[in-house]
């Protein structure tokens, strides 16, 4: 199973970028979509997650600016980014919980990272 994500760039403060993440690979179950991000200088940190039920979480920084959402016929998964501000400037990578064919036990997969930069 491999991830490939996409969608970084650069934007002035207040706009809007949409980041995309496909999964390849045989696949049996789904277990959880997390988008994650690496501000420079910085530990990973969680951004957000959907889950296979749909349930989603979020963290405090980013609640009412940003939305995940996932299309399961496509093997992929978004993350809408609204009203960045330049702290949201980081790596983001996407992180993939799933059961691969012809196995019962999940893993994780991480995507290669995808470049955010948020000017002021």
């Known amino acids: 199973v491999q991830l490939q994500a996409s969608g970084g760039g650069l934007v002035q403060s207040g706009g809007s970028l949409r980041l995309s993440c496909t999964a390849s690979?045989?696949?049996?179950?789904?277990?959880?979509m997390t988008w994650y991000r690496q501000p420079p200088g910085k530990q990973r940190e969680l951004v957000a997650t959907?889950?296979?039920?749909?349930?989603?979480i979020y963290a405090d920084s980013v609640k009412g600016r940003f939305t995940v959402s996932r299309d399961n016929a496509k093997n992929s998964f978004y993350l809408l980014m609204n009203n960045l501000k330049p702290d949201d400037t980081a790596v983001y990578y996407c992180?993939?919980?799933?059961?691969?064919?012809?196995?019962?036990?999940?893993?994780?997969?991480w995507g290669q990272g995808t470049q955010v930069t948020v000017s002021s």
């Open positions: 992180n993939l919980i799933a059961v691969p064919g012809a196995s019962f036990v999940p893993r994780t997969y």
């Open positions: 690979g045989s696949i049996s179950r789904i277990n959880a």
């Open positions: 959907i889950t296979d039920g749909g349930g989603t």
